[in-house]
């Protein structure tokens, strides 16, 4: 993270860190607007995309636009698009499925920090495809979110993202179908993980016992 005070400071980051390879640039909420538009300016001429948190005086609308390809938290959306402070903890559902609704991609997935103890890495996103179906998307878009999606982002769809022949793929294995309840997703009962397969032990000798009836009927 570097201090950028000035537009040609801006500028100048933005060709450092492409001359050391990277992926994409990111801004962060208290950078200044003409700072935030130079960067923009300046990733676009090298075809770098740039990301991160929305600043308070740019509105979603226009830093899109001016090819910023994602806008990390809900927060920043808030501010750069309302300045009704009880708006920013009430309407976050309805602003979820109007984003939706309106053809807005959207990442699952959120920080988590000694500020939000809550928020636990892992764990916080077995309960977030719940909120989503809840502001109106389906329970597969709902999944999709935390894998199709995140693949397509990052240009990589032909190996990520989707259970297919030669695509690179960790599995969870749930033990009710969460098309049908996304609670479900909740439900885990093993992970397959680098060619190797962890299951609960409980849940093996139920199979068992499944494929067992089948073969006696």
């Keep these: 993270m570097q201090n950028i005070k000035t537009k040609d400071q801006g500028r100048e980051a933005v060709r450092k860190m492409v001359a050391k390879g990277v992926d994409y640039i990111k801004i962060y909420t208290n950078i200044p607007k003409n700072i935030a538009l130079a960067i923009m300016d300046e990733a676009k001429n090298f075809d770098v995309p740039v990301v991160g948190h929305l600043t308070a005086c740019i509105r979603a609308i226009d830093a899109s636009n001016l090819g910023m390809k994602s806008m990390e938290h809900l927060n920043g959306i808030f501010i750069a698009t309302s300045t009704i402070e009880e708006e920013f903890h009430l309407?976050?559902?309805?602003?979820?499925?109007?984003?939706?609704?309106?053809?807005?991609?959207?990442?699952?997935?959120?920080?988590?920090?000694?500020?939000?103890?809550?928020?636990?890495?892992?764990?916080?996103?077995?309960?977030?495809?719940?909120?989503?179906?809840?502001?109106?998307?389906?329970?597969?878009?709902?999944?999709?979110?935390?894998?199709?999606?995140?693949?397509?982002?990052?240009?990589?769809?032909?190996?990520?993202?989707?259970?297919?022949?030669?695509?690179?793929?960790?599995?969870?294995?749930?033990?009710?179908?969460?098309?049908?309840?996304?609670?479900?997703?909740?439900?885990?009962?093993g992970v397959g993980f680098d060619g190797k397969l962890w299951i609960e032990i409980s849940w093996i000798n139920q199979l068992r016992h499944m494929i067992l009836h089948q073969k006696l009927r």
Excluded: C
Aim: aromatic residues 6%; negative net charge; without cysteine.
């Design 91 to 189: 309407n976050a559902i309805s602003l979820i499925g109007k984003m939706n609704t309106a053809g807005v991609p959207i990442l699952a997935g959120s920080d988590s920090a000694f500020l939000m103890p809550n928020m636990i890495y892992g764990v916080a996103l077995h309960y977030e495809p719940q909120l989503l179906v809840k502001a109106g998307l389906t329970p597969l878009k709902a999944l999709q979110e935390a894998t199709l999606n995140p693949a397509k982002y990052l240009n990589q769809e032909h190996e990520l993202g989707t259970v297919e022949d030669w695509k690179i793929a960790d599995l969870v294995i749930i033990k009710d179908n969460p098309l049908e309840d996304i609670k479900n997703r909740t439900l885990t009962s």
